[in-house]
């Protein structure tokens, strides 16, 4: 599988961003993520969608303003992030794992990347 992100941009305080992650193949047998990474900071997990999306969770720092979602006939993942904060801005990564156990927002259990959207907000 391939993953391609793309939507990331200058966004205003408040403002409203909805990156895409187009992806090669179906990732129906992948449990699918974003993460983000700040200059000087490690790469955190941002939201996650189960194998067969069959759910999701969220980081603290986005839950309640945030939503992860996929349309599974183009095979795209989404993620919307409502009332962006300067602390937002980061590269945004699609990530894609097909093995079933570790922590889902822990980046060394993916295994499968895009190579980023960036995301400034100011």
């Known amino acids: 599988v391939q993953l391609v992100e793309s939507g990331g941009g200058l966004v205003q305080p408040g403002g409203s961003l909805k990156l895409s992650c187009a992806a090669s193949?179906?990732?129906?047998?992948?449990?699918m993520a974003w993460f983000r990474q700040a200059p000087g900071k490690e790469r955190l997990g941002v939201a996650v969608v189960y194998f067969g999306g069959r759910g999701t969770d969220y980081a603290s720092s986005v839950k309640g303003r945030s939503t992860i979602s996929q349309d599974t006939v183009k095979n795209i993942l989404y993620l919307e992030i409502d009332s962006l904060k300067p602390e937002d801005t980061a590269m945004y990564y699609c990530a894609a794992r097909s093995r079933p156990d570790g922590s889902l927002f822990d980046s060394s259990t993916y295994n499968i990347w895009g190579q980023g959207t960036q995301v400034t907000v100011s």
């Open positions: 193949e179906s990732t129906g047998n992948y449990c």
